[in-house]
């Protein structure tokens, strides 16, 4: 886990959003390899083993591999190449973190690959994808760890409304989502580009506060 992605991970139970504190217990190159991220709110802790922060709940519906509620789906990430992948989400620059969740991080490191890729964060890889520069991992129920707006981009996998909602919710304003084609579009969402594989939206700014106008008489 890159210790800077720390500030943008959130404790995933309901309760008022709140920043994480971090006990290293194993440091290389400034990404944790082991410790322990605790919740100043609740007292929740989530353990880091690998370089894999654990945010799972007890009552996760959450399967092996990533899927969410018992869903089953051909993979997409082996019909789509990791500079393409790179396009869609607009990947030109190392700003930023981009989130690539389930079957999508099998594409890591080809788009480690490119250049100037920005730093990556895989929720729910495979077994077998081992963390390294460049790579953060963690493993989650629907609703994703994150702080609203704190990602440049995301990759989904899944059609589950709970995760395409919360994937959403993490974007940025302007930030692209890459979903498989099945999933509906979450609120917020304007879609760019759609075919019979996946659809490319981009998250939309929240409309701004009402501001009060006051007349001054002569």
Same mark, same amino acid.
């Given at each position: ?38 919740? /100043? ?19 996760? /519906? =959450? ?10 789906? /051909? ?23 981009? =989130? ?17 890729? /920005? ?36 990759? =989904? ?10 994937? +959403? ?13 099945? +999933? ?35």
């Amino acid at each position: 886990m890159f210790i800077e992605l720390v500030d943008a991970l959130r404790c995933p139970r309901t309760h008022e959003e709140s920043w994480l504190v971090l006990a290293a217990t194993h440091l290389e190159a400034r990404h944790v390899r082991d410790g322990t991220l605790g919740c /100043p709110v609740c007292l929740a802790e989530y353990p880091i083993r690998d370089g894999v922060a654990d945010f799972r709940l007890a009552d996760d /519906p =959450v399967l092996a591999g990533g899927r969410t509620h018992g869903e089953e789906a /051909p993979s997409i990430a082996m019909q789509v190449q990791a500079d393409h992948l790179a396009a869609m989400l607009n990947l030109a620059d190392s700003s930023g973190f981009a =989130v690539l969740i389930g079957d999508w991080t099998r594409l890591a490191d080809g788009l480690l690959a490119l250049e100037n890729p /920005p730093p990556l964060l895989l929720v729910d890889p495979p077994n077998g994808i081992a963390m390294s520069p460049g790579l953060s991992g963690l493993r989650a129920g629907a609703a994703l760890p994150l702080a609203a707006g704190a990602a440049r981009a995301i990759a =989904v996998d899944s059609a589950d409304e709970q995760r395409l909602a919360s994937a +959403a919710h993490a974007t940025r304003p302007s930030g692209r989502i890459v979903a498989p084609a099945r +999933a509906g579009v979450p609120a917020g969402v304007r879609v760019l580009v759609r075919d019979d594989t996946l659809w490319v939206g981009e998250r939309e700014a929240p409309p701004a506060p009402l501001v009060r106008l006051h007349v001054r008489r002569a």
